[in-house]
T-cell receptor, first 113, second 118 residues
Framework: AQKVTQAQTEISVVEKEDVTLDCVYETRDTTYYLFWYKQPPSGELVFLIRRNSFDEQNEISGRYSWNFQKSTSSFNFTITASQVVDSAVYFCALKTSYDKVIFGPGTSLSVIP | GAVVSQHPSRVICKSGTSVKIECRSLDFQATTMFWYRQFPKQSLMLMATSNEGSKATYEQGVEKDKFLINHASLTLSTLTVTSAHPEDSSFYIC??????????????FGSGTQLSVL
């Protein structure tokens, strides 16, 4: 069975602090894709990153970075020097070979000025 | 700009009426589209997979007769909530797949439809 777990339901940080959002996934497929999406209050899903199961290289994009560890089935997301505009719900998602995308429960991030 | 257009963005209807939500891929042909439902402060739950030219595949627990899906062309899928009731009030969001498997760079999501049934 496929499953995505985001253990942190809500996180509050003060602006400029670093914050890491955890994501643990389960799948028996050897080929799969992991995603992070941001959902601001407007509701629209904003794509952040896609990573395939064969690429464990970590990635940095501006203040965002991702740590993919197949050994622990984790795909964590770190925001450096957080800003108020980062406040949103963040979803980790898993896409298997059957093309279904399964979302984790989400982590609500509040960045306090 | 948006590559998946979803309309309407918000709809309020009376109990017992039917509501149609459209999902269009704007600059690519989508053989597969997905419909999700999201309750407040909850995650997105996959309702069904819409396949162009064939019947939709519904997830367990989703009523086929309640949520009618039509994928009549490669750029349009519609979700009709039939005889809507207050418990159907939710945020509905579609996504479109440009192709299967490894060729996808990312899934494209519509902006969502907030349905409120009075």
């Amino acid at each position: 069975a496929q499953k995505v777990t985001q253990a942190q339901t809500e996180i509050s940080v003060v602006e400029k602090e670093d914050v890491t959002l955890d994501c643990v996934y389960e799948t028996r497929d050897t080929t799969y894709y992991l995603f992070w999406y941001k959902q601001p209050p407007s509701g629209e899903l904003v794509f952040l990153i896609r990573r395939n199961s064969f690429d464990e290289q970590n990635e940095i994009s501006g203040r965002y970075s991702w740590n993919f560890q197949k050994s622990t089935s984790s795909f964590n997301f770190t925001i450096t020097a957080s800003q108020v505009v980062d406040s949103a719900v963040y979803f980790c998602a898993l896409k298997t070979s059957y093309d279904k995308v399964i979302f984790g429960p989400g982590t609500s991030l509040s960045v306090i000025p | 700009g948006a590559v998946v257009s979803q309309h309407p963005s918000r709809v309020i209807c009376k109990s017992g009426t039917s509501v149609k939500i459209e999902c269009r891929s704007l600059d690519f042909q989508a053989t597969t589209m997905f419909w999700y439902r999201q309750f407040p402060k909850q995650s997105l739950m996959l309702m069904a997979t819409s396949n162009e030219g064939s019947k939709a595949t519904y997830e367990q627990g989703v009523e086929k007769d309640k949520f009618l899906i039509n994928h009549a062309s490669l750029t349009l899928s519609t979700l009709t909530v039939t005889s809507a009731h207050p418990e159907d009030s939710s945020f509905y969001i579609c996504s479109a797949s440009r192709g299967g498997g490894a060729t996808n760079e990312k899934l494209f999501f519509g902006s969502g439809t907030q349905l409120s049934v009075l």
